[in-house]
């Protein structure tokens, strides 16, 4: 008997050394198993989960995907890939690359007697050349164009087919009478597009964030993002629990994860690009630089003839979305876009609530009404400048716009962690109605991230859109494409026109189909005679706008 109570003495006392240790073991690793609201703190691995040829597998992560959203993705990346360039010689010779200096264009002649009439295309022959002269042999370039009369203040944009030998061609619908001038702009030469695409998959770190940690007197501040490289270092798992957005931090030295209180970009790395390849991406050079005509640069379009079948150009099977004439924008098919004044505006948005969502180009858009609209007065929420969240009130007229930035990734700083909402959530909590106007824009921020970031963003949103309408089919969803910009090396590598091109071809993908109002920034900022900016000057932020209020009040105007 005294064997045995000696013995159950000896378990007795080896089970509570063990239940001793497992409490201080839970203890002293508490920091990686806190949670937080919407998210969880754990030890993760950096992997991909998609099996896609085209996915990045260094150290990005990305969440999940169902069966359908991958083969839409797999579809998506096939369908927007950009054509490949030769293999160029280490180092890289500027020689060999398209020198716009030395391409041309040359306008196609058009029905017999070399007439153009409203409502024919016009099409021009682009041949693209090396520094030395000599006709390129591939594709790959990217070249904008544009026909326009500055003094009827007219403007469309043309559709540039690449036939991947060296010469493109650029079709334009002719849609007023007069004078028509084409441009035609060497954005990137296709070699530089190769750089960019290395960028994307090499370096989707080149623009950084950080988050600050407190508790107390003490602070931390660690590096944050969807594609943290590896170390020994623990990560806080910030992945949204609705919608499953990854984000990440690692973890500091002597804080939990849950003493995170704000995001902000913390900066660029520099010299990522070597000497030669940075040659790639010279202002007044090879970088968003004119091509010059071999001939006329301007045609007379006369007016349409009743019966006379119209020229059209076998190379294209789309037109532009719209025009401008006499400053004003013309939106072809859908909308049918009205001027509108203060007056009118306000009048249309009566009783409404507007809910903007996105990045600062959508935040331009609030400002503008803040401005324009005397009754909208702004409810001061005490928010930083650019992040907000904003809200405005017009009592008189029983109206409510509000703007808040979307989640990380976003340039903003600093940010209040318990201001970081995803836009899918926001529209989960919207009830909607014939009085709710949704407005999102998201595109500017995901520049230097793999393509498959920005594609489960929209997803995701797109879910939330379509849970919207069918719970409220008279709600009203707006959303903004991206546009062009003002370019230079740095810009070029961050947030280039090349990558904005690439995320609206996405984006129209991902909605096409829905019920929502597509306003198309890119063209109406492309066809406007004034420099490109990533904010626009407020001509075209006016267009915008009543595109958006005609979108509201289709039969209304003023």
């Given at each position: 008997?005294?064997?045995?109570?000696?013995?159950?003495?000896e378990?007795?006392?080896?089970?509570?050394?063990?239940?001793?240790?497992?409490?201080?073991?839970?203890?002293?690793?508490m920091?990686?198993?806190?949670?937080?609201?919407?998210?969880?703190?754990i030890?993760?691995a950096?992997?991909?989960?998609?099996t896609?040829?085209?996915?990045?597998?260094?150290?990005?992560?990305?969440?999940?995907?169902s069966?359908e959203?991958?083969?839409?993705?797999?579809?998506?990346?096939?369908?927007?890939?950009?054509?490949?360039?030769?293999?160029?010689?280490?180092?890289?010779?500027?020689?060999?690359?398209?020198?716009p200096?030395?391409?041309?264009?040359?306008?196609?002649?058009?029905?017999?007697?070399?007439?153009?009439?409203?409502?024919?295309?016009?099409?021009?022959?682009?041949?693209?050349?090396?520094?030395?002269?000599?006709?390129?042999?591939?594709?790959?370039?990217?070249?904008?164009?544009?026909?326009?009369?500055?003094?009827?203040?007219?403007?469309?944009?043309?559709?540039?087919?690449?036939?991947?030998?060296?010469?493109?061609?650029?079709?334009f619908?002719?849609?007023?009478?007069?004078?028509?001038?084409?441009?035609?702009?060497?954005?990137?030469?296709?070699?530089?597009?190769?750089?960019?695409?290395?960028?994307?998959?090499?370096?989707?770190?080149?623009?950084?964030?950080k988050s600050?940690?407190?508790?107390?007197?003490?602070?931390?501040?660690?590096?944050?993002?969807?594609?943290?490289?590896?170390?020994?270092?623990?990560?806080?798992?910030?992945?949204?629990?609705?919608?499953?957005?990854p984000w990440?931090?690692?973890?500091?030295?002597?804080?939990?994860?849950?003493?995170?209180?704000?995001?902000?970009?913390?900066?660029?790395?520099q010299?990522?690009?070597?000497?030669?390849?940075?040659?790639?991406?010279?202002?007044?050079?090879?970088?968003?630089?004119?091509?010059?005509?071999?001939?006329?640069?301007?045609?007379?379009?006369?007016?349409?003839?009743?019966?006379?079948?119209?020229?059209?150009?076998?190379n294209?099977?789309?037109g532009?979305?719209?025009?401008?004439?006499?400053?004003?924008?013309?939106?072809?098919?859908?909308?049918?876009?009205?001027?509108?004044?203060?007056?009118?505006?306000?009048?249309?948005?009566k009783g409404?609530?507007?809910?903007?969502?996105?990045?600062?180009?959508?935040?331009?858009?609030f400002?503008?009404?803040?401005a324009?609209?005397?009754?909208l007065k702004?409810?001061?929420?005490?928010?930083?400048?650019?992040?907000?969240?904003?809200?405005?009130?017009?009592?008189?007229?029983?109206?409510?716009?509000?703007?808040?930035?979307?989640?990380?990734?976003?340039?903003?700083?600093?940010?209040?962690?318990?201001?970081?909402?995803?836009?899918?959530?926001?529209?989960?909590?919207?009830?909607?109605?014939?009085?709710?106007?949704v407005?999102?824009?998201?595109?500017?921020?995901?520049?230097?991230?793999?393509?498959e970031?920005?594609?489960?963003?929209?997803?995701?949103i797109?879910?939330?859109?379509?849970?919207?309408?069918?719970?409220?089919?008279?709600?009203?969803?707006?959303?903004?494409?991206?546009?062009?910009?003002?370019?230079?090396?740095?810009?070029s590598?961050?947030?280039?026109?090349?990558?904005?091109?690439?995320?609206?071809?996405?984006?129209?993908?991902m909605?096409?189909?829905?019920?929502?109002?597509?306003?198309d920034?890119?063209?109406?900022?492309?066809?406007?005679?004034?420099?490109?900016?990533?904010?626009?000057?407020?001509?075209i932020?006016?267009?915008?706008?009543?595109?958006?209020?005609?979108?509201?009040c289709p039969?209304n105007?003023?």
């Amino acid at each position: 008997m005294k064997a045995t109570a000696c013995l159950r003495k000896e378990y007795g006392a080896l089970l509570l050394c063990l239940a001793a240790f497992v409490v201080i073991f839970v203890l002293r690793y508490m920091d990686n198993l806190q949670f937080q609201p919407k998210s969880t703190i754990i030890m993760v691995a950096h992997q991909s989960v998609s099996t896609h040829p085209h996915m990045n597998r260094s150290f990005c992560t990305f969440q999940p995907l169902s069966p359908e959203d991958a083969l839409e993705e797999n579809l998506i990346l096939d369908s927007t890939a950009w054509p490949e360039t030769p293999l160029l010689p280490a180092p890289i010779s500027l020689q060999q690359t398209s020198d716009p200096a030395h391409s041309t264009f040359t306008i196609l002649p058009g029905r017999k007697g070399g007439e153009w009439h409203v409502g024919d295309q016009l099409e021009v022959m682009i041949q693209t050349s090396d520094f030395q002269g000599r006709p390129k042999k591939s594709g790959g370039d990217f070249l904008l164009a544009r026909l326009h009369n500055r003094k009827l203040e007219a403007g469309v944009v043309g559709q540039v087919v690449d036939h991947l030998n060296g010469s493109y061609s650029a079709v334009f619908s002719l849609l007023w009478e007069g004078d028509a001038q084409v441009e035609l702009t060497l954005v990137h030469p296709g070699e530089a597009i190769s750089v960019l695409n290395r960028l994307s998959k090499e370096q989707p770190d080149r623009m950084y964030f950080k988050s600050l940690f407190r508790s107390g007197s003490l602070s931390e501040t660690t590096h944050c993002s969807v594609c943290l490289r590896p170390t020994q270092q623990p990560l806080c798992n910030y992945t949204d629990l609705r919608t499953g957005e990854p984000w990440f931090c690692y973890k500091p030295k002597n804080l939990s994860c849950d003493t995170r209180i704000n995001h902000f970009r913390a900066g660029s790395k520099q010299n990522f690009l070597n000497a030669n390849e940075e040659k790639l991406f010279q202002s007044g050079v090879n970088l968003k630089v004119y091509i010059w005509a071999s001939g006329p640069t301007n045609v007379t379009v006369l007016p349409q003839k009743e019966g006379q079948p119209q020229v059209k150009s076998s190379n294209v099977t789309s037109g532009p979305s719209g025009y401008y004439y006499q400053g004003v924008w013309r939106a072809l098919g859908g909308t049918t876009v009205h001027e509108f004044n203060a007056s009118a505006i306000s009048q249309c948005l009566k009783g409404k609530v507007v809910h903007m969502y996105g990045d600062s180009t959508v935040r331009q858009w609030f400002e503008f009404l803040n401005a324009a609209l005397p009754g909208l007065k702004e409810f001061d929420l005490h928010s930083l400048k650019q992040a907000g969240p904003y809200m405005s009130l017009d009592n008189a007229n029983n109206m409510l716009v509000t703007y808040r930035c979307h989640g990380p990734p976003i340039h903003f700083y600093p940010i209040s962690t318990r201001e970081l909402r995803y836009i899918a959530n926001e529209l989960d909590d919207l009830v909607g109605g014939p009085n709710t106007v949704v407005v999102l824009g998201i595109w500017a921020h995901f520049c230097t991230f793999p393509m498959e970031i920005y594609i489960r963003r929209l997803q995701s949103i797109r879910r939330a859109v379509v849970q919207l309408l069918d719970r409220a089919p008279d709600t009203l969803v707006v959303i903004r494409t991206g546009n062009p910009r003002a370019l230079n090396l740095f810009v070029s590598l961050t947030n280039s026109d090349w990558h904005t091109l690439q995320l609206n071809k996405v984006l129209r993908a991902m909605f096409k189909g829905l019920n929502v109002h597509l306003i198309d920034a890119w063209e109406m900022t492309l066809a406007h005679h004034l420099p490109h900016n990533i904010h626009p000057p407020p001509p075209i932020i006016r267009n915008m706008i009543n595109h958006v209020v005609s979108s509201i009040c289709p039969q209304n105007g003023g």
